[in-house]
C-alpha cells in the first residue's frame, strides 16, 4: 500500500470538499518541515553551520537571509536583521512566492521569524494561494512602521501584528482566513464588507466591517467600539465575542447569530432592528434593539440593562430566561412572547 504523507493527505481533503482541512493541512506540514530542517544534526564531514535540505538532498548554509530558504511550497524569512532589513526581505519572499504557481492546489506559505518589520507603505497581499504565517503561531510578526492591505481573497494569515496600525481588507473576501492577529482602528474591515473568517483576532474602534457588513464567522474576537457592524449590519456568525459602544449592529441591524458574546450600551441593535439569534449575550443599557427600536429575534438567557430587548419600541420576538437589570420588559406586542424572564424589579415576566 502506498505511503500517504501530510501533504498527500492535504490532497486528498481537498478532493473531499474540505478546503479548510487542506489548507491548515498543508499549512502545518510546511511548518513542520521547515522545523526540521532548521533543526537537523549538523553533518559531521562538513563541520558546523549546515543544516540538511530534504528538497534538495543537500548539506546547505544554516545562515539563512533574503528568503533563501526555500521549498517547493514554501518561503522561510528568517527576520534576523533590522526592522527595515527584515521588512525587505519578507517584500523579497513575497514576490519569489508569486514565481512559484501558486494555486488551489499549490499553495505557498511565507514562513516569518520572530522579529519587527518596518515598511514605508502597506504591506500589500494581492494574489490568492499565498499564504503568511509565524513561524511559532503567535503574533510575532511585528509590523511597527505600517500595517497591511489584503487584496487576496484565498489567503491564510496567522500570527501578524499591526500594533496601533491599520489590517486593512478588500470587499468580500469571503475566502480569507485570518487567525491570532491584531491591528488598530478600522482593522478587518472598518469600511468593506467582511465576509471571511476570524479567529482570536484582536481590533480597535470601527473594526471587523463597522459602517458596513459584517457576514462572515468571527470567534474569540475582540473589538473596539462601533465594531463588527456597529452602525451597519452584524449578519454573520459571532461566537465568544466582545464589542464597545454601539457594536454588533449597533443603532442599525443585527440579523446574524450571537453566542457568548457581550458589548457596552447601544449595542446588538440598539435603537435599531435586533432580528437575529442571540445566546448567553450581554448588552448594557439600550441594547438589543432598546431605545425605540424593535426587538424581533430569538433572545435566550441573555442579559441587558435599562431600555433594553425593544424598550420603547417593538417587542415582537421570543425570549427566554432573559435579565433586565433596570427598569421593566416592553409589553409584547406581534405574536412576541417572554418565558420566565427577569426585570429590573426582581419580577418574573411571562408574556403571550
Not at 209 to 223: E, H, K, R, V, W
Amino acid at each position: 500500500m502506498k505511503k500517504i504523507d501530510i501533504l498527500d493527505f492535504s490532497k486528498y481533503l481537498r478532493k473531499k470538499g474540505n478546503n479548510k482541512l487542506a489548507r491548515l493541512g498543508h499549512v502545518n506540514a510546511v511548518i513542520n518541515e521547515l522545523e526540521n530542517k532548521i533543526n537537523s544534526p549538523v553533518n559531521p564531514s562538513n563541520g558546523d553551520g549546515l543544516i540538511y535540505d530534504s528538497t534538495s538532498e543537500s548539506w546547505i548554509s544554516s545562515v539563512i537571509s533574503g528568503g533563501g530558504l526555500e521549498g517547493t511550497q514554501y518561503v522561510f524569512v528568517s527576520a534576523n536583521g533590522t526592522d527595515v532589513e527584515n521588512a525587505q526581505e519578507l517584500q523579497e519572499a513575497y514576490n519569489t512566492a508569486q514565481t512559484m504557481s501558486p494555486s488551489a492546489t499549490n499553495r505557498i506559505t511565507i514562513v516569518c521569524g520572530m522579529g519587527n518589520y518596518s515598511f514605508v507603505n502597506p504591506f500589500v497581499m494581492d494574489q490568492e494561494y499565498i499564504d503568511l504565517v509565524s513561524l511559532d503561531g503567535n503574533k510575532s510578526i511585528i509590523f511597527n512602521s505600517a500595517g497591511i492591505n489584503v487584496q487576496g481573497n484565498d489567503v491564510f494569515i496567522k500570527g501578524v501584528n499591526v500594533g496601533v496600525n491599520t489590517f486593512l481588507i478588500a470587499d468580500n473576501l469571503n475566502l480569507l482566513k485570518v487567525e491570532n492577529c491584531e491591528g488598530g482602528s478600522f482593522s478587518f474591515g472598518g469600511f468593506a464588507v467582511t465576509s471571511g473568517t476570524f479567529i482570536n483576532c484582536i481590533g480597535s474602534n470601527s473594526s471587523f466591517g463597522s459602517n458596513s457588513l459584517a457576514s462572515g464567522t468571527f470567534i474569540d474576537c475582540q473589538g473596539g467600539d462601533t465594531s463588527f457592524g456597529g452602525y451597519g449590519i452584524a449578519d454573520g456568525k459571532f461566537i465568544n465575542c466582545e464589542g464597545g459602544f454601539a457594536s454588533f449592529g449597533g443603532e442599525a441591524l443585527a440579523s446574524g447569530i450571537f453566542i457568548n458574546c457581550e458589548a457596552s450600551i447601544y449595542s446588538f441593535a440598539g435603537a435599531g432592528t435586533a432580528s437575529g439569534t442571540f445566546n448567553n449575550c450581554v448588552g448594557r443599557d439600550l441594547s438589543f434593539g432598546g431605545d425605540g427600536g424593535t426587538a424581533s429575534g430569538i433572545f435566550t438567557n441573555c442579559q441587558g440593562d435599562d431600555d433594553s430587548f425593544g424598550k420603547g419600541g417593538n417587542l415582537t420576538g421570543k425570549l427566554y430566561y432573559c435579565r433586565e437589570t433596570g427598569g421593566s420588559f416592553e409589553t409584547i406586542s406581534a405574536g412576541g412572547i417572554t418565558r420566565l424572564c427577569i426585570d429590573g424589579l426582581n419580577n418574573e415576566n411571562n408574556q403571550g
